[in-house]
C-alpha cells in the first residue's frame, strides 16, 4: 500500500505538480529508525530496495467493522506481510518478492522491544521479529537471511490498507474459482469482483482457502498488490490534485517509513520512473525446500530452498529480471499446486517398497507428502486410490492428476491431508505444476499477467 502511495506521489511530481505539495505529504508520515546502530550490512547492490511490511493493527478500526470482517481479538503486534520490493537502477522495472511469515529465522542477539529483556541469537518465525524488536530487528534479520542490503522501510496497517482502496473506489479481483475462508469471512463466487476495503482487506488476509496456506496468501496479495497499482495508474486519481490530496490525507496517517525516504528521493525518483506501469513489475515469493519443518517452542515453519533462494537475492543484488529465463515446462497443468497439498501414502499391493516410491515420486513433484507410507490394512487394491475431504476436492483433482488412472473418493472429515492408496495399475508419478501463469524456478509473475482479462 505504502508503495502505491509512493507511486501517486512520485508520478505528481513527475508531471510538475510541485515540490510543496510532495513537502506537505512527506510532513504527514510518521517516522521510524529501522537502521539505527546497524553494523556488518550486506554490501549495497545496483537499484533500490524497499521493504515493505504489513502489520496486524487495528486500533483504529470500529467495533462493527471488526465483527463484520472478522478483525476481533488482540493484535500480536508482528507481521502479516513481509516483501522486498526492488527498483531497478534505469527505474524501469519493480521487482517484488514475498517472504513467508511463517518462515524459518534466526534472530540475531537483541534486547526485546516490549520486556527489555536481552535475547541471545535464537531460532523464531519470520513474523516474530517485528513483535520482538520492531523495525530494526525485522531489517536486521532479513538481511541476514537474504544478504540484501535494504535502503528503505515501509510500514502499513490494517486501518490505512482499508483506508487505501476506499478512497480509491475499490479494486476489481478475478477468480476462477470460488473463494471461502470460515475464519476471515470471505466469500467470493468465480467471476470479477469490486472489492471495497473491509472485503478487499479479507480477501488479502484469508489462509484457509482449499489448504492453500501462507503461499496460497502470498499470491492472493500480489494478485492485488498488481490490481491496486493498476487501479492507482489507469483511474486518474494520480493526476487528479485533489482526489490524489483525499487519498494521501487519507493513508499517510497510519503509515511509517525510515527517515531518509523524503521529499528528494520521492521527486528523483518520480522524474525517472514516467513510463513505468503494471506490466514493468513482477512478483515471486522465496522458494521453499521443506514444509512444516518443526521446531521445539515455535511449531511447523517453513525452510527456503537454500539453493533457489540465494539465486533469487543474487538476482535481486545484481539487479536482474527474476523472469530473465523460463525453462521449457511439459507439466500438466492442475488447479491448485503440489506444494500446497499434503499427502500421505498407503501402499495397498503386496509389491514390498513401493509405497517408499511413490512418497518418493510424489516429493520430488513437489507434493508435501509425510515421508512415512504406511502398508494398507488390505493390501489387494487392483486400483490407485485419491481419498480426500470433499472440502479438499480441488486439491484431490490435482493429486490424481499426477497418478494417471487413479480413482477420486470423498471421505467426510477426514481433513486437510489427501491419502493415496497404491494399487496394482500403478505405472508412474507424472509431473504437474498449478494452472496459473507464474513461471520459472521462482514462479515468476509479471503485474499485467494477473489482472482481469
Known sequence: MRMVTSLSVVVLASAGIGHALVTSLDADIARVDPFKDMKNRPQAGHGMNVLLVGTDGRDRISKAERRKYRLGGAPCHCTDTVMILHISEDRERASVVSLPRDSYAELPAHVDRTTGERHHAHPVKLNAAYAEGGPQLTVRTVEHMTRVKIDHYLEVDFTSFMKTVDVLGGVRICTSDPLKDSYTGLDLPAGPHDLKGGQALQYVRARHVDGASDLGRMQRQQRFLAALVERATSSGVL?????????????????????????????????????????????????????????????????????????????????????????????????????????????????????????????????????????????????????????WDRSAKSLAAALPGSELRAVKGQGATLKVVVGADFEKVRKVRAENVRQGEFGVVRGDEVGCP
Open 239 to 391: 493526476l487528479n490534485p485533489l482526489k490524489f490530496r483525499d487519498v494521501t490525507r487519507a493513508v499517510l496517517g497510519s503509515v511509517r517509513a525510515d527517515k531518509g525516504f523524503g521529499t528528494d528521493e520521492l521527486l528523483d525518483l518520480g522524474r525517472a520512473m514516467r513510463g513505468f506501469s503494471p506490466s514493468s513489475s513482477e512478483f515471486a515469493t522465496v522458494p521453499i525446500g521443506k514444509m512444516g519443518h518443526v521446531v521445539k517452542g515455535i511449531g511447523s515453519t517453513l525452510k527456503w530452498d537454500p539453493v533457489k533462494s540465494a539465486r533469487l537475492f543474487r538476482a535481486l543484488r545484481e539487479d536482474r529480471p527474476l523472469a530473465a529465463h523460463r525453462p521449457r515446462d511439459t507439466a500438466v497443468r492442475v488447479p491448485v499446486a503440489p506444494q500446497q497439498i499434503r499427502v500421505q501414502v498407503e501402499n495397498g499391493t503386496r509389491t514390498a517398497g513401493l509405497g517408499r516410491r511413490v512418497d518418493a515420486a510424489l516429493a520430488a513433484t513437489g507434493f508435501r507428502t509425510t515421508r512415512q507410507p504406511t502398508n494398507a490394512a488390505r493390501p489387494t487394491n487392483r486400483r490407485t486410490v485419491v481419498a480426500h475431504d470433499p472440502r
